[in-house]
């Protein structure tokens, strides 16, 4: 419109589009003030004549009529006012020409062309204002106002989003067009993810951890049958331990109504417990699962107890076959001690082309019971009932040799054929699956530091999992960055040291433990088994200690002397790698010495776990570098560990053994030296 207006004052519309916008305007204001003189003129002239008529005095009349105008324009509104002076340039034949200029421009130029001269005007016609009525902030408001107006419709949906309120009636055109605002696009500040533990991690039953304090007499436990009573009693076993307390009662109330079903009818909660070392996690096992089982007729593998070396199954298996004396039960181990062949015919009787199992209780370690699954014919997992995982946070470790998924398969398998309706893996509990009960799979679990990540326990598949805990994760704080520190229950028995020292002083300090300060019987980690063996003989050549080692390098039966001689008291220390940090429960042991400081927390709470056990106290020592102090006793304190205190060992303590130290050294090298020649011979 005010691009027409330009061209109709100006009279030539290709010279007006060259031209720039300032010099249009300027010619319109010089072409308006002419025509304003020539209309003034002529009023002039007329009033002359009209004066000569009336007798009014000359210009009276127009400056009244002027300042009522003038009135008026205040109290109208600024658009009204805006419309009007458009519509007073001839408002009608402007739209027409203007449609015609921007139909030969591109839209986006279009625009511009129409906005930037109309502005300029306004700019004009403003300064021109200002210099006569000094009107200027009216004018400026109104531009401003103008502008505001323009963005919010540019704005549109982003307005939309700002104001709910506005919203449906926004959607409502989006609705009637058939598209769906989905959002919009600006950056959003991005919230913290918090770690949300699944309830029944979050919330474990909880077991106390301080053991003399929470005795309870046996008798005092619902639902423990005459023969276990007895049997306990017999073993010495006058009180249960917290850990006892609590899980024996949740493992026996999945048996209540028998083997197949659960109660209430439903398939028991899988169990999982996390307790101290020493706290008496075995027999919370192996009473009910020994009670649950004593009613059964026929003899079929119905408890499977898994654990990661052969000499903890040796262990727990000892613990069965007491508790299972005087019944008809039968417990097998599977550890790999005797030949397939020999653990095949203690497992299973063939009488033609029938098996017979003479297992109730299968106590194995992974590896070898995978062997058996799939070179044992006849071996069958399709009645067990129990599949107890001790270490369990170890087992999971061990998840990628995948003897669980191969123990699941045995346990769901049909490939005896012996029924059309074989055990099948449960699935949602239905009307049908309530008719045809079939004896459930119930896992459980234990071990002093079981894992709290989600994810890992996920891979065990577990059914409405209820945890037992004496140990609690820590709160998440704002600093914890992708997962909270795991906090452990260390007995309550345990003190812990740390003897700062350097390396080639730790023989030393071992021999003045033992020789002077008396220390027996001492338990004692190294991080190696050349380590320990070096150590071992080192210890043998200087004299006066009655030592052994224990590690993998050695033969079962060496193994077993080792610790049989520890138990008696005949072996003063023990020098053991890691393969006695987990699960050995070594009657008596006072004093472990970390030789070696472990590298991980939870080594350390089952290496100084071989002490203070079952209510008792026990003393720790760890061996720490200069530079392993300040890392070792972070982590500790991050566990949740009560407290380590220093010891330090002076040096003129050490000093009197020094010179025979220095020996040995030389006779150690020669000794390792032969050993060494011997082992290239074989
Ligand atoms: N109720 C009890 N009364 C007396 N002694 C008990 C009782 N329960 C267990 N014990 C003894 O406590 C010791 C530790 O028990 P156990 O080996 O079961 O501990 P644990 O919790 O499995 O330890 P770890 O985590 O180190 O394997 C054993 O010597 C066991 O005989």
């Known amino acids: 419109m005010s691009l027409f207006l330009i061209n109709r004052y100006l009279g030539d519309e290709d010279d007006n589009i060259q031209s720039t916008s300032e010099s249009r305007s300027k010619a319109l204001l010089t072409k308006l003030q002419e025509q304003a003189r020539v209309r003034q003129q002529l009023q002039a002239s007329a009033k002359q004549e009209e004066l000569e008529t009336t007798g009014d005095p000359p210009g009276t009349r127009p400056k009244r009529h002027r300042d009522e105008e003038a009135a008026t324009n205040e109290r109208e509104p600024k658009k009204k006012r805006k419309r009007k002076a458009d519509q007073s340039l001839g408002d009608e034949s402007l739209s027409v020409e203007t449609t015609k200029v921007e139909d030969s421009l591109p839209s986006k130029k279009k625009k511009k062309k129409k906005e930037k001269p109309e502005e300029k005007i306004k700019e004009s016609l403003v300064k021109k204002k200002q210099k006569q009525k000094a009107s200027t902030p009216e004018t400026t408001e109104e531009l401003v106002d103008e502008e505001e107006e323009e963005k919010d419709d540019e704005d549109g949906i982003k307005g939309t989003e700002e104001h709910p309120e506005q919203l449906s009636s926004s959607d409502q055109k989006m609705s009637d067009s058939g598209f769906t605002i989905l959002g919009g696009f600006e950056s959003k500040p991005v919230q913290k993810v918090q770690m949300v533990l699944p309830q029944w991690l979050a919330k474990p039953d909880m077991v106390q951890r301080d ?39 949740a493992v026996l109330e999945g048996v209540s109504n028998g083997l197949l079903v659960g109660r209430g009818g439903y398939r028991p909660r899988d169990i999982c417990v996390s307790a101290p070392t020493g706290s008496g996690k075995t027999l919370a096992f192996v009473v009910p699962v020994v009670q649950a089982l004593l009613k059964r007729v026929l003899c079929e593998v119905r408890v499977l107890v898994v654990l990661p070396t052969k000499e903890l199954a040796q262990q727990v298996g000892k613990v069965f076959h007491s508790y299972v004396e005087g019944t008809s039960l039968k417990v097998v181990m599977l550890i790999g001690q005797k030949s397939l062949a020999a653990e095949q015919a203690s497992l299973l009787e063939q009488s033609g082309s029938r098996y017979r199992s003479l297992a109730d209780i299968v106590v194995a370690t992974p590896g070898r019971l995978v062997d058996h699954i799939n070179m044992t014919s006849g071996f069958s997992l399709q009645h067990l009932r129990f599949l107890v995982i001790d270490e369990a946070d170890r087992m999971i470790d061990s998840m990628h040799q995948s003897w669980l998924s191969q123990v699941t398969k045995a346990v769901y398998s049909r490939s005896d054929g012996s029924s059309v309706f074989g055990r099948k893996e449960p699935g949602p509990i239905t009307a049908l699956s309530m008719l045809q009960p079939q004896t459930p799979l119930q896992k ?7 894992t709290q990540n989600p994810e890992k326990l996920q891979q065990l598949g577990l059914y409405r999992p209820r945890l ?59 991080n190696s088994r050349e380590a320990a063996h ?77 002490t203070a056990r079952a209510g008792k106290a026990g003393l720790a020592f760890t061996f720490l570098l200069g530079i392993q102090e300040k890392r070792f006793l972070q982590m500790l304190s991050d566990a949740g560990s009560p407290g380590i205190q220093k010891q330090i060992i002076k040096p003129e303590n050490l000093k009197a053994m020094e010179s025979q130290y220095e020996r040995t050294l030389l006779e150690l090298k020669k000794v390792i030296k032969d050993e060494r020649a011997k082992k290239k011979q074989i």
């Open 211 to 249: 053991i003399s304090q929470n005795l309870v007499p046996i008798s005092e436990v619902q639902g423990i049958c005459p023969h276990l009573l007895k049997k306990l009693d017999s073993n010495g076993i006058q009180h249960f331990f917290p850990v006892q307390t609590e899980v024996i009662p």
């Open 444 to 450: 459980l679990l234990f071990s002093a530091t079981l």
């Open 468 to 526: 037992f805990s004496s140990a609690h994760r820590g709160p998440a704080s704002d600093n914890d960055s992708a997962q909270p520190e795991e906090k452990f229950i260390f007995p309550p028995g345990l003190t812990e040291f740390y003897v700062p020292c350097t390396l080639s002083k730790k023989p030393l300090l071992i021999l003045h433990f033992i020789l002077h300060l008396k220390f027996s019987p001492v338990l004692c980690f190294t």
């Open 534 to 610: 070096r150590l071992c003989v080192l210890v043998q050549l200087f004299g006066g200690v009655q030592v052994a080692e224990f590690s993998s390098q050695l033969s079962p039966s060496e193994r077993k002397r080792a610790l049989k001689g520890f138990e008696q008291g005949k072996i003063q220390l023990l020098i053991s790698t890691d393969a006695a940090a987990r699960g050995i429960d070594l009657v008596g042991v006072k004093y472990v010495i970390n030789y070696d400081a472990p590298q991980f927390i939870r080594t350390y709470v089952h290496r100084v776990g071989r």
